[in-house]
């Protein structure tokens, strides 16, 4: 049994079966990402609103965040909040989703 395990084929095939997933989940997060961001709701809805929709992250919507704050937090990150680069978001789209979460009304409740 444990000349199996030793064996170094199965372990590649396992670290591989581990692998996998991760980087197919890593492909779909961003499927639509061109590198090309469309302006602050694009920006929102690729990235922010996987999280701050679904109740991963919390409301941003509706809640007047300034909007220095908002770049503040998604450049460094807070928390669970990850932070994200200026080679990921450059600094006029973070501009343009801040001031467009800053702005927008709060989401319908939901029942
Ligand atoms: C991977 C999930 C995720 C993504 C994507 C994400 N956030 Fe967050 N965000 C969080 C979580 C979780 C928190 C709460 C952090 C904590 O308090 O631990 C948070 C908190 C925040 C806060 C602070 C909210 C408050 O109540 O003070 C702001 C502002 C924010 N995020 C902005 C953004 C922006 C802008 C983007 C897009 C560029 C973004 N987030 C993308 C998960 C995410």
């Given amino acids: 049994m444990s000349s199996l395990l030793d064996n170094s084929a199965v372990k590649r095939t396992f670290a591989a ?39 991963i992250g919390p409301v941003l919507k509706g809640r007047q965040l300034p909007a220095p704050y908002i770049t503040a937090v998604a450049r460094n990150g807070l928390r669970a ?23 927008a009304p709060a989401p319908a409740a939901k029942p």
């Avoid at 997060?29 to 990235?47: H, L, Q, R, S, T």
């Avoid at 909040?81 to 467009?100: G, N, R």
């Fill in 17 to 55: 079966c581990l692998a996998l997933p991760l980087v197919v989940l890593a492909g779909t997060a961003f499927a639509d990402g061109d590198g090309v961001w469309k302006g602050g709701e694009n920006v929102y809805e690729k990235v922010c609103g996987r999280c701050h929709e679904h109740n």
């Fill in 81 to 103: 909040m990850p932070a994200w680069p200026a080679s990921f978001i450059d600094d006029k789209s973070l501009q343009q989703v801040a001031d467009y979460i800053s702005k």
